[in-house]
C-alpha cells in the first residue's frame, strides 16, 4: 500500500512539475551554425501562442539532450540514459526548462503564423539556436552527464 501511495504521489508530482517539458512538437531539420551552436527548426503543437514560445525552446533541448540530431556530428543525444535523467534529476530539469532557458537558448525565431492544426490545436514553425556547448558544459557542472572517462 505504502509503494503505490509513493507511486501515485511521484506521478502526480512528476506531471506538475514538467509539464513545459512534455513539448509537443514536430522534428523538421537542424544545422550546425559554429562549433558551438546549432539551429533546430521545428512545429510546435499549443492551446495558446504564449506557450507555443516556451514549448518550442524546451522541444529545442529535448531533440539535443534525449534524441540527437540525426546527419550532424550531434547525432547522438547528450545524455546517454535518455528520459530516465528527467526522472532523476527533476528539480534541475524543472529548473533549466521554466527559469534558465536563456542560459542556453541563443535566440529562437517564429517561422510561420500560429494557425489551427489537428485536433483544435494550433501550431507554429520555429527555428531555435541553442548553445550546445554551453549546455554540454551545464549538464556536466550538475553532475547530470558525465565527462567522458570519468
Do not use: W
Not at 512528476?14 to 544545422?31: K, P
Request: proline share 1%; glycine share 4%.
Amino acid at each position: 500500500m505504502r509503494k503505490y501511495l509513493y507511486l501515485s504521489f511521484t506521478l502526480s508530482l512528476f506531471s506538475i512539475c514538467i509539464h513545459a517539458q512534455t513539448a509537443n512538437y514536430s522534428f523538421v531539420s537542424a544545422e550546425i551554425k559554429s562549433p558551438s551552436s546549432v539551429q533546430v527548426t521545428l512545429k510546435t503543437f499549443a492551446d495558446k501562442r504564449k506557450s507555443a514560445d516556451m514549448e518550442a525552446k524546451c522541444a529545442a533541448l529535448r531533440i539535443i539532450m534525449f534524441d540527437g540530431i540525426k546527419g550532424t556530428i550531434y547525432n547522438r543525444p547528450l545524455l546517454n540514459q535518455g528520459t530516465i535523467a528527467l526522472h532523476e534529476n527533476s528539480e534541475y530539469f524543472d529548473n533549466l526548462f521554466n527559469n534558465r532557458l536563456s542560459d542556453v537558448i541563443r535566440m529562437a525565431t517564429m517561422k510561420s503564423d500560429f494557425k489551427k492544426a489537428e485536433k483544435g490545436e494550433k501550431s507554429t514553425l520555429y527555428t531555435i539556436d541553442v548553445n550546445y556547448i554551453q549546455l554540454k558544459k551545464d549538464l556536466e557542472k550538475n553532475k547530470i552527464k558525465t565527462q567522458l572517462g570519468l
